[in-house]
T-cell receptor, first 111, second 115 residues
Framework: GIQVEQSPPDLILQEGANSTLRCNFSDSVNNLQWFHQNPWGQLINLFYIPSGTKQNGRLSATTVATERYSLLYISSSQTTDSGVYFCAVDGPPSGTYKYIFGTGTRLKVLA | KAGVTQTPRYLIKTRGQQVTLSCSPISGHRSVSWYQQTPGQGLQFLFEYFSETQRNKGNFPGRFSGRQFSNSRSEMNVSTLELGDSALYLC??????????????FGEGSWLTVV
């Protein structure tokens, strides 16, 4: 099955710093989402982005499907950005919506 | 619009017991999927239901089962609980249509501890 790798596994930043999180996947994907898991366990949807670029405030994401990777950019980080960021992909066959999650990037933003 | 609602949020069970978890999807969503999250295995897909039919199943033993009702609410059941079943169980719902049909939204999860 499809493999998903995220890097870096851990990241510590000072408030105000920028960061880039990477997600590599081993096969073509039908769907790709980025999530932020808060300290209470809930997975918050950040982006649905199987290809292209999207922006939402201080966050933006780019997926280059032909090269099998996606990037999540966090600018001017805040302490509330702390948590674990997951990339999840759904590969062929289409229509399964059986998401495979990466192991996540644990982000800690220091005040 | 209310989000995905999972109940109960926290529960403690004894080995050998069974447990039932409930999930109410976002209004209008007909697809519900379940995931298990543990420190050792990460997030793993359990199963997906659409219009009361199981469409996909992950690699879990038969002790894990689920169902979906006509109002799209879903339940999952784990029988003969083992210590390793201690986990956060997450439910996600998905809508239909071009604009909203591919994004999944998660509930807050049910924390299960087996002792």
């Amino acid at each position: 099955g499809i493999q998903v790798e995220q890097s870096p596994p851990d990241l510590i930043l000072q408030e105000g710093a920028n960061s880039t999180l990477r997600c590599n996947f081993s096969d073509s994907v039908n769907n790709l989402q980025w999530f932020h898991q808060n300290p209470w366990g809930q997975l918050i949807n950040l982006f649905y982005i199987p290809s292209g670029t999207k922006q939402n405030g201080r966050l933006s994401a780019t997926t280059v499907a032909t090269e099998r990777y996606s990037l999540l950019y966090i600018s001017s980080s805040q302490t509330t950005d702390s948590g674990v960021y997951f990339c999840a992909v759904d590969g062929p066959p289409s229509g399964t919506y059986k998401y495979i999650f990466g192991t996540g990037t644990r982000l800690k933003v220091l005040a | 619009k209310a989000g995905v609602t999972q109940t109960p949020r926290y529960l403690i069970k004894t080995r050998g017991q069974q447990v039932t978890l409930s999930c109410s999807p976002i209004s209008g969503h007909r697809s519900v999927s379940w995931y298990q999250q543990t420190p050792g295995q990460g997030l793993q897909f359990l199963f997906e239901y659409f219009s009361e039919t199981q469409r996909n199943k992950g690699n879990f033993p038969g002790r894990f089962s689920g169902r979906q009702f006509s109002n799209s609410r879903s339940e999952m059941n784990v029988s003969t609980l083992e210590l390793g079943d201690s986990a956060l169980y997450l439910c996600a719902s998905r809508g239909q249509g071009y604009l909203s049909g591919n994004t999944i939204y998660f509930g807050e999860g049910s924390w299960l501890t087996v002792v």
